[in-house]
Each structure stands twice: as structure tokens, then as C-alpha cells.
């Protein structure tokens, strides 16, 4: 589903979308009030939203998807690269951020990624987020396991929970708690956040950061 309150932008975002034969653009909304009624009615893999749109913001549809369709990937795609937008985007719960002016097939594989449960963060983005992490980064209260940061290296490498689980013969459910013991410690809303946090901590190498979706 695409949701834009410019019918221009999302005819050309579902043009160059559905040349590649792996998507299907089912639904379209022009506020985020439609786009929750759609997300409703349809079995959706993808939502992706502006931040700006009448009704309800990209960022609270986010809230409301994360609530109600839980299994639903939420792509935020946007002209605002402002790092309070985009944290906020994170905390509430989105899978990726990706910037509008970037490449359409960098916009095609982000959609792809986040189809296949993985987190997705415009490069760009991602590099100033972690310098601004780091000049502000506080010591944690409690460390990571070693088996938190081997899960956390392989979160931001863009494997999914399932994958991470059969590679470590762990189970998805354990995998997910242990996820949610490093969102605590670091203070992060997702993995995106807690990577980036653990890379200007020194807890895992800068490389990650620049990985493609995921890391």
C-alpha cells in the first residue's frame, strides 16, 4: 500500500515500484485515516508512508499499524531527513526510512527488504545518526552478554529472527527476548536504533553502520 497526499508522487512511486515483478501495489491512501481503513481491509506485506499527510501522520499511522497489524512492514518514505523525524519514525516502530530523493531501485530494495522482515535506514541517514550518537552516547546501565551482542551483530546485518535463531539453534522466541533485553539496555526502540547505539558505544565495528538494509 502506498500512502501520499500527492496523487502525483504516488503515481510515479507505484510506477517504478511495480516494474519489479516482485511487487504489487494493491491499495493507495491519501491520508493516514485511509490508510489505516485499508490496512484493514487488505492483506498487506508493506505499508509505505510520507511522514506529512492530513488526518494522521505518517508516524501515527506507524503507532496504530504497530498495534493493530503487527505483521505489516512499514516503510517510511520521505523528502524530510531531519534526525528528530527520523528517530521518532523508529520509535514508533518502523521498519525502514528512506528518503524520497534516493535511487528508485534503492526505494524498490528497500521495500523488498522490508517484506522479508528485515530493518532498512538510508545510508546517509544512518552515518549522521551515529555521529550524533556517539558525541551524546552515556555509559548503559547494566552491559551486553556476549550472546546479546552475537545477536545484535547478526540483527544488523539484516537477518531475520528466524534466521538468527537457526544459525545460533536458538528459537525465534528466544531470539525476540533477547532483543528486547538490548532495546533496554541501550535505550532503543529498534534495531536499527540499538546497532547504531552499540557502534558509537564501541561494542560493535563502524562497518555495521554502513551496511545496506538492516544494519
Not at 534503492?106 to 552515518?127: C, F, M, N, Q, T
Not at 529498534?190 to 551496511?211: H, I, K, N, W, Y
Request: aromatic letters at 2%; a negative charge.
Amino acid at each position: 500500500m502506498l500512502a501520499d497526499d500527492h496523487a502525483v508522487v504516488r503515481a510515479g512511486i507505484r510506477q517504478f515500484l511495480e516494474r519489479s515483478n516482485r511487487i504489487q501495489v494493491v491499495a493507495e491512501a491519501s491520508d493516514g485515516r485511509e490508510a489505516c481503513k485499508l490496512m484493514d481491509q487488505h492483506p498487506l506485506d508493506v505499508a509505505v508512508l510520507d511522514i506529512q499527510m492530513p488526518g494522521m501522520s505518517g508516524i501515527e499511522v506507524t503507532r496504530w499499524a504497530r498495534t493493530n497489524h503487527p505483521t505489516i512492514g512499514v516503510l517510511v518514505l520521505t523528502a524530510y531527513d531531519d534526525e528528530p523525524y527520523v528517530r521518532e519514525v523508529l520509535r514508533a516502530g518502523a521498519n525502514g526510512y528512506v528518503l524520497k530523493t534516493a535511487d528508485p531501485d534503492e526505494i524498490v530494495r528497500s521495500v523488498l527488504e522490508v517484506a522479508e522482515g528485515r530493518d532498512v535506514l538510508d545510508p546517509a541517514l544512518a552515518r549522521r545518526l551515529i555521529v550524533q550518537s556517539k558525541e551524546s552516547a552515556q555509559a548503559m546501565i547494566e552491559p551486553l552478554t556476549d550472546r546479546e551482542l552475537e545477536i545484535l551483530a547478526l540483527a544488523g546485518k539484516g537477518l531475520t529472527n528466524k534466521a538468527i535463531g537457526v544459525m545460533l539453534h536458538i528459537s525465534d522466541r528466544t531470539v525476540q527476548n533477547h532483543l528486547a533485553h538490548i532495546f533496554q539496555k541501550l535505550q532503543a526502540a529498534s534495531r536499527t536504533e540499538a546497532v547504531m547505539r552499540a557502534v558509537s558505544l564501541g561494542l560493535l565495528p563502524s562497518d555495521l553502520a554502513d551496511s545496506e538494509p538492516g544494519g
